[in-house]
């Protein structure tokens, strides 16, 4: 039987289905992050013989400056699908995912500096692998801001589009950073074909990644219904829900 996957491409066909999939990906994260905070404090080694104990934030640090980086990339794909297909769905994903990317981008920013106190002598500096995570807070804050600004969703979507566009040069900035410029933060301990971490403590890093992502698409599912069903209210099919959810 052959499944046609651009069916759920409708707001009236995705509904449902985002429904069915949040509780898979929330039950994932919670589970991902009790097995990454137990590797985390028991089974990766207690103390850095360098940085100390401080060091254990970086498993929380590392996957949430990842995740900034990786929403901002799917966000911007999404904003993209939009601006060239017109899709309404595209514009509503992308505009789910902005406060999530938002939140691991500060998440990463504090996290820095709580570990960048006892291991540099300071909070921040300009560095620039610093620097270009602030904008990257910066770029998120734009697109909601923008978003929240322009009331006609279809211009809000093409403006915002467009700003995620032109901010995700700042991407690859931030990841070749620490290879492009003298910095004070360390370059990368984890490569496609090499690690210089140790087994529990990629393992930390790596659940602890799977839980954000998990969480992240469960929280953008749910906001996105959301969004469906503000934009569609006169629909006849949110019509029939509403009633569907009055009966029971």
């Not at 560095?127 to 006609?152: C, H, M, P």
């Amino acid at each position: 039987m052959k499944i046609n996957i651009f069916k759920y491409a409708a707001p009236a066909t995705f509904y449902p289905l985002a429904g069915k999939m949040i509780p898979w990906f929330m039950w994932a994260a919670a589970l991902l992050g009790i097995a990454g905070l137990y590797y985390s404090f028991f089974e990766a080694p207690l103390a850095d013989y360098q940085q100390g104990q401080s060091y254990k934030i970086m498993f929380i640090h590392v996957p949430t400056a990842w995740m900034s980086m990786f929403i901002y990339v799917v966000m911007a794909m999404w904003a993209a699908s939009g601006l060239i297909w017109n899709t309404r769905l595209s514009a509503m994903m992308a505009k789910s995912l902005a406060p999530t990317g938002a939140l691991f981008a500060f998440l990463a920013l504090v996290t820095g500096a709580v570990w960048g106190k006892p291991t540099w002598g300071t909070w921040w500096v300009w560095d620039a692998r610093l620097t270009s995570e602030l904008i990257l807070f910066f770029l998120y804050i734009g697109f909601i801001a923008l978003g929240a600004a322009i009331e006609d969703p279809r211009r809000a979507a093409k403006a915002t589009g467009l700003l995620a566009l032109v901010g995700i040069v700042n991407v690859p900035i931030i990841y070749f950073s620490v290879i492009w410029w003298s910095t004070l933060h360390q370059p990368p301990s984890l490569k496609l074909n090499e690690s210089t971490m140790g087994v529990e403590m990629l393992i930390s890093i790596l659940l602890m990644t799977l839980c954000f992502w998990s969480y992240t698409i469960g929280v953008a599912l749910s906001r996105v219904r959301t969004e469906i069903l503000q934009r569609e209210s006169k629909t006849d099919w949110v019509a029939a829900l509403v009633q569907e959810g009055e009966k029971k």
